[in-house]
Nanobody, 117 residues
Framework: QVQLVESGGGLVQPGESLRLSCADSGFTFSTSVMSWYRQAPEKERELVATISSAGGKINYADSMKGRVTISRDNAKNTVYLQIDSLKSEDTAVYYC?????WGRGYWGQGAQVTVSS
């Protein structure tokens, strides 16, 4: 069974950087497409970035291009999201999502990121 656990969230100041991690305890990580989503207060969940199973194909939301980097380490069953130049509007709960080879989707519990001075 796939279990996703996000970490690395917290309170940061505007302009700082943050790296989120998502560890997958399942056995299908290396064949799963991994994504990061975020949900700000009173807003719908939105896609931030997606990385293919081998890491060769990456897509970013237009709103965050240039400030985010998604990467993965299949040996560690972990996907990362680096966010630079954080802004107050980046405040949200960030969710990790896995879509396995059979198209089944899984969500982590979310990591709160708060950007405030």
């Amino acid at each position: 069974q796939v279990q996703l656990v996000e970490s690395g969230g917290g309170l940061v100041q505007p302009g700082e950087s943050l790296r989120l991690s998502c560890a997958d305890s399942g056995f299908t990580f290396s064949t799963s497409v991994m994504s990061w989503y975020r949900q700000a207060p009173e807003k719908e969940r939105e896609l931030v970035a997606t990385i293919s199973s081998a890491g060769g194909k990456i897509n970013y939301a237009d709103s965050m291009k240039g400030r985010v980097t998604i990467s993965r380490d299949n040996a560690k069953n972990t996907v990362y999201l680096q966010i630079d130049s954080l802004k107050s509007e980046d405040t949200a709960v960030y969710y990790c999502n896995a879509k396995d080879f059979w198209g089944r989707g899984y969500w982590g519990q979310g990591a709160q990121v708060t950007v405030s001075s």
